[in-house]
Structures are given as structure tokens and as C-alpha cells.
């Protein structure tokens, strides 16, 4: 008799046990990776997600153009031209701006490359802070792609010294970019 009471409390023990852990992997949030995407043409925006893809541990992905574009208006063909996003539920957009907008590879990549929801930040290296107006049309460009925006980040490269503007260190971006891994860890 004592040792069929034993037995029954040790299975008791072990549902419960078993019920706990399970409850527990469920509740468990779905962990995604994050994916830095950038282009880079003389190094600040390299320089910026390099730091911020250490901070984050993201993986990193650099856009290059592979075939310019046919005409005026048209989007360059970029390589790589599709990235398998399925392991990443964060990403982050990062270009320099060239004439108030994305550069033309990024938005190239928005295009070919549907976000489907996915939390994304904008990072942009910028001679000028760009004006809201500017901003919210680089914010349309990632909600078209379907992202999910949850913040914009802008890296100033000048800065005036003797009434001229002078560029800024690479040292002076990577700290930047530093500040700005933390606070896109807060909305992640
Ligand atoms: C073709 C071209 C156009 C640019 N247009 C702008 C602009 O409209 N506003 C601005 O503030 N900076 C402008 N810049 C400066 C770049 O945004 C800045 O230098 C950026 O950090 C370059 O990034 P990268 O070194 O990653 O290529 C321009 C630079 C180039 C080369």
C-alpha cells in the first residue's frame, strides 16, 4: 500500500513537472534574429552598421550595385537582389542620404525584398539632419515594403568648425552608432 502511495505521488510530481515546462516553452516569445541592410559608398554608413551589428548581434548584409539603372526614375539591379529574411523578425534599413532621399540601392532592396510585418529602424548618414517632411518619406518607403516601423535614426557626418563644415570621424560615427544600439534595443 505505502509504495503504491510512493508510486502515485511521483507521477503526480511528474505531470506537474511536465505541465510547468511545457507552459513555460509556450509562453516562451518566438525569438527572431535581427538583420542589418546597407549600402555604403565611401564608408560612414559601413561604419555605423558594422558597430551596430556587433551591439545588437545582427547579422550584417551589404547591398552593392550590380547593373545601374536603364533610365532616369528607374531602381538599379542590386546584389544580392533578395535576402532570405525568414530568420530575422528585426531589421534594420541603413543608407546615406543622396539628394534628401534613401539611396537608390536601398530603395531597390525595399522593393524586391517584402518585410511582411517584420520590426524595422531606419538608419540614415546624412550630411544635414533631414527635415520630418524628408523623414516621412523614407518611413513610407519601409511601410510600402511592408515593415512595421518602429523608429529613425539619422548619423550627421559634418560638422561646422570655423564657419565651414568639416567631415566627422569615423571614430565620432561608431560612437554615434553606439548610442544609437542602445536605443533600438529598447524597442526590441
Ligand atoms: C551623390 C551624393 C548626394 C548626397 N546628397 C546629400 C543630401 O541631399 N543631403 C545630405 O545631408 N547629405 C548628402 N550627401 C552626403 C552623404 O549622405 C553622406 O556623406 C553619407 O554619410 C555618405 O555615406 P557613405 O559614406 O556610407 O556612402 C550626399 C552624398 C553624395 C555622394
Not at 527572431?32 to 561604419?47: D, E, L, M, P
Not at 531589421?91 to 534613401?102: M, T
Not at 535614426?153 to 544609437?180: F, L, M, P
Amino acid at each position: 500500500m505505502r509504495s503504491k502511495i510512493i508510486l502515485w505521488c511521483a507521477a503526480v510530481l511528474l505531470i506537474a513537472v511536465c505541465a510547468g515546462k511545457l507552459s513555460a516553452e509556450t509562453e516562451k516569445p518566438a525569438q527572431g534574429k535581427t538583420a542589418v541592410v546597407y549600402f555604403s559608398q565611401t564608408g560612414n554608413t559601413r561604419a555605423a552598421c558594422e558597430v551596430l551589428a556587433k551591439e545588437l548581434s545582427a547579422d550584417i548584409f551589404e547591398l552593392k550595385v550590380a547593373k545601374p539603372p536603364a533610365a532616369k526614375g528607374q531602381l538599379p539591379e542590386i546584389e544580392p537582389s533578395w535576402i532570405d529574411l525568414s530568420p530575422y523578425s528585426f531589421i534594420v534599413v541603413a543608407s546615406p542620404i543622396w539628394a534628401a532621399n534613401l539611396v537608390s540601392a536601398v530603395q531597390a532592396f525595399l522593393k524586391n525584398n517584402p518585410l511582411e510585418g517584420r520590426k524595422a529602424v531606419i538608419l540614415t548618414t546624412t550630411n544635414v539632419p533631414m527635415p520630418e517632411e524628408f523623414q516621412n518619406k523614407h518611413k513610407q518607403l519601409v511601410a510600402d515594403a511592408g515593415g512595421n516601423l518602429a523608429g529613425y535614426y539619422q548619423v550627421v557626418v559634418q560638422e561646422q568648425k570655423e564657419g565651414k563644415a568639416v567631415a566627422r570621424t569615423q571614430d565620432d560615427i561608431r560612437s554615434d552608432a553606439k548610442a544609437i544600439a542602445g536605443g533600438i534595443k529598447t524597442l526590441m
